[in-house]
Every structure is written in structure tokens, then in C-alpha cells.
């Protein structure tokens, strides 16, 4: 079984930082691909930023020269620094680990999520 757990959500004024971690744990042989998403209620679950253990990362246009990814595979971890708050930024961001097992078997994994929430 594997675990993710987010960290560092929090209040903070529009046009402020803040910086988001993620650690996974349990069954893990490698980690593929780690990710934020951001989710608001009554909507749906959408990508704000993935990273590859090779380094490769993928960014929504809403967030890109506002937030960085960056990840410690060899620590099961993923990292977003969140600079240039907006209020449309409020809302819960869930990890999502893409994880290979000792079995060899594939999980995708997501924590329970961390609230930001930015104030006008």
C-alpha cells in the first residue's frame, strides 16, 4: 500500500507565496510521475503542475511564471513554490503519485489534499 500525504496550505494575501510539499511512502519500487491538482467545490479535479523522475514537468497556462514544481525522487517527494497568489487560486490541492510497486505492479495514489485559500 502506498500513502501521500500534503503539506503548507494555508491563508495568505493575493500576491503572496506560498510552498506546497508532498511526501509518498509504503510500497514503493519507483516513482514515475508526481503531481498537484487543484480542486474547488462543485467542480472538477483539474492538473496545476506534474513532474517526471527525469526531470520533464508539465504546467497548466494558468499557473505557468507563478509556480514551479520541483521534485526529490530519491525522498518520494514533490515540492510546488506558489508565487503571485490569486484569488482564483483558493481551493484544495491533492498529490498524485504514478508509483511502481515492488510487485511490479503500477498504483496512482493521490493524499487527501491541502486548503489554500487567498484572500482579495
Known amino acids: 500500500q502506498v500513502h501521500v500525504m500534503e503539506s503548507g496550505g494555508g491563508l495568505v494575501q493575493g500576491g503572496g507565496s506560498l510552498r506546497l510539499s508532498c511526501a509518498a511512502s509504503?510500497?514503493?519500487?519507483?516513482?514515475?510521475?508526481m503531481g498537484w491538482y487543484h480542486q474547488v467545490p462543485g467542480k472538477v479535479r483539474t492538473l496545476v503542475a506534474t513532474?517526471?523522475?527525469?526531470?520533464?514537468?508539465n504546467y497548466a497556462d494558468s499557473v505557468k511564471g507563478r509556480f514551479t514544481i520541483s521534485g526529490d525522487f530519491a525522498r518520494n517527494a514533490v515540492y510546488l513554490q506558489m508565487s503571485g497568489l490569486k484569488v482564483e487560486d483558493t481551493g484544495a490541492y491533492y498529490c498524485n503519485a504514478e508509483v511502481t510497486g515492488y510487485s511490479r505492479s503500477d498504483y496512482d495514489v493521490w493524499g487527501q489534499g491541502t486548503q489554500v485559500t487567498v484572500s482579495s
Open positions: 509504503g510500497n514503493i519500487y519507483r516513482i514515475n510521475t
Open positions: 513532474i517526471t523522475s527525469g526531470g520533464s514537468t
